[in-house]
């Protein structure tokens, strides 16, 4: 089946077999393979995407359910070469290792500061105990909240 969907700003489409996932059209028929396969059971949050600005684990979403709506990826986050201030957080904080788990945590912490500039600790380990690590004792990431929550106060009006 045809699926069309807005995907970071531009339209794109691509013949998918009715039971694909989101995730799976974003990988391997778009090539945005900045969204993690990790578990395709809605458990590790890798996969996570916006889809009309609401978060969602991208392998729990058919790509049918998709069509014709928003999806942002972590592709969205950086412009033309300029990381996203989570980003940047991300690599001064040391909290990325493997990586594997880090764009969808990127995306849970860019929503989360979306909503909540000035999270408390407790609402940030809630609103990330969706994503799962191997690698970090997670406090590397709750200090690269910590920065990125710092600097984008320093740069919002
Ligand atoms: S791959 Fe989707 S939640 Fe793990
Ligand atoms: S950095 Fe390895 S799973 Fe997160």
Redesign the pocket.
């Known amino acids: 089946m045809l699926v069309r969907l807005n995907v970071n700003g531009g339209w794109r489409e691509a013949e998918v077999w009715p039971g694909a996932s989101l995730l799976s059209m974003l990988r391997d028929d778009l090539g945005l393979w900045g969204t993690k396969n ?1 578990c395709e059971q809605g458990e590790c949050g ?1 996969c996570s995407v916006w889809l009309d600005g609401e978060l969602v684990c991208s392998c729990l979403v058919l790509a049918a359910q998709a069509d014709g709506r928003h999806v942002e990826t972590i592709e969205s986050l950086s412009h033309d070469g300029v990381l996203h201030p989570v980003q940047e957080a991300f690599l001064e904080a040391g ?8 764009p969808g ?1 990127e995306v849970a912490v860019a929503d989360l500061l979306r909503r909540d500039p000035h999270p408390s600790e407790e609402t940030v380990r809630e609103a990330l105990s969706g994503n ?5 004792g997670y406090e590397k ?1 709750l200090d690269a909240v910590r920065l990125a929550a710092d600097r984008m106060d320093q740069v919002t009006p």
């Not at 909290?95 to 880090?102: E, H, N």
């Not at 799962?132 to 970090?136: A, Y």
């Open positions: 990790a890798s909290a990325v290792q493997c990586g594997f788990c880090t945590f799962l690590c191997r690698c970090t990431i």
